[in-house]
């Protein structure tokens, strides 16, 4: 482990000292206080995620990506290379090759716009790693539409290969994929397959959509997850709103509803998420909310988060 984080501090530090890149960095960190009276933690303050990213264009249609990822699980933590990327745009559409972002959940996200506060649902219920090596292809068609698809190791960014087989991941989009940056609508899929043994297999499919004027952003999504092995199939079902009341203040609610198996009666699970956004000065954002955990069987839980995010570009 101390290679592999010695490596990636290394790399970037080559790479910053060797030219003149694009260096920026978010910190994500927060203070959670618990309701739930035999909580074992009642409250505390944690660091989620430190990103420190470079960016910068070899050539006029060659770019590359590092970014590095801090582990908040771990104690202490870990440094992962979460990017390690080379775009490489052609006139057929632009290749990626090497240690990339997924395609699974990466609209979605930015229709949600608050990773800060919380994951998108996929991501959060672990139906695809956010980062894979592998080989991807992406390309534009009638101004609007946009595809892409991925060849991967599958064990996501955090673990090495550890099987021949490898994962494909294809998104359909028409629309606007940043609404959280800018106004327009969206629509689309995904669809992924990953074989673990030679006759089973795990597939994502999801359906999305969203739309973001000047102060109104909206968004949902339905997923599931089927694998073969077990037999067993996880859905989602995920809708979210943003409503802008003044350039600094903003409210935000999110629901997601959780099914670990669909052929289990009573064990679904529903997320909240309310609260609202304050970003006193650029680069700083304060964010309060209420979240609230009810499982169809068992206690609820309610918690108080307060969520902050710091970038320097």
Not at 98 to 107: A, D, P, Y
Not at 158 to 180: H, V
Not at 185 to 201: I, K, L, M, Q, R
Request: contains cysteine.
């Amino acid at each position: 482990m101390f290679k592999r984080n010695f490596m990636a501090a290394l790399l970037l530090c080559s790479l910053v000292i060797a030219g003149t890149p694009n260096v920026s960095s978010v910190v994500f960190f927060d203070y959670i206080y618990d309701f739930t009276s035999d909580a074992n933690n009642d409250a505390g303050f944690a660091i989620k995620r430190v990103y420190f990213t470079v960016t910068d264009n070899l050539a006029d249609n060659l770019s590359y990506k590092l970014q590095t990822d801090i582990d908040s699980n771990n104690s202490p933590k870990n440094v992962y290379l979460k990017n390690a990327k080379v775009d490489w745009k052609t006139d057929l559409g632009k290749i990626t090759l090497g240690l990339q972002g997924m395609n699974v959940f990466s609209v979605q996200e930015k229709t949600w716009g608050y990773r800060f506060i919380e994951k998108s649902a996929m991501d959060r219920k672990k139906f695809s790693s956010s980062a894979d090596m592998g080989i991807g292809y992406a390309n534009k068609f009638a101004q609007n539409i946009l595809f892409s698809i991925l060849y991967t190791n599958g064990t996501g960014y955090k673990k090495s290969e550890d099987d021949s087989y490898k994962k494909i991941s294809a998104q359909a989009l028409i629309g606007q994929p940043k609404l959280s940056s800018k106004e327009g609508f969206n629509a689309g899929g995904v669809f992924t397959f990953e074989p673990y043994e030679s006759d089973e297999t795990v597939t994502v499919f999801g359906l999305f959509g969203g739309f973001a004027s000047a102060a109104l952003r909206i968004g949902g999504e339905f997923d599931m997850l089927t694998d073969s092995g077990p037999d067993v199939t996880e859905q989602i079902i995920s809708v979210y709103t943003v409503y802008k009341l003044s350039d600094k203040l903003q409210t935000y609610g999110r629901i997601d509803i959780y099914d670990p198996n669909t052929d289990t009666d009573e064990d679904s699970e529903n997320y909240i998420i309310a609260g609202i956004h304050y970003s006193p000065v650029t680069g700083l954002i304060i964010a309060p909310n209420l979240r609230l955990v009810t499982p169809e069987e068992g206690d609820s839980e309610t918690f108080f988060q307060l969520n902050f995010q710091f970038k320097l570009k």
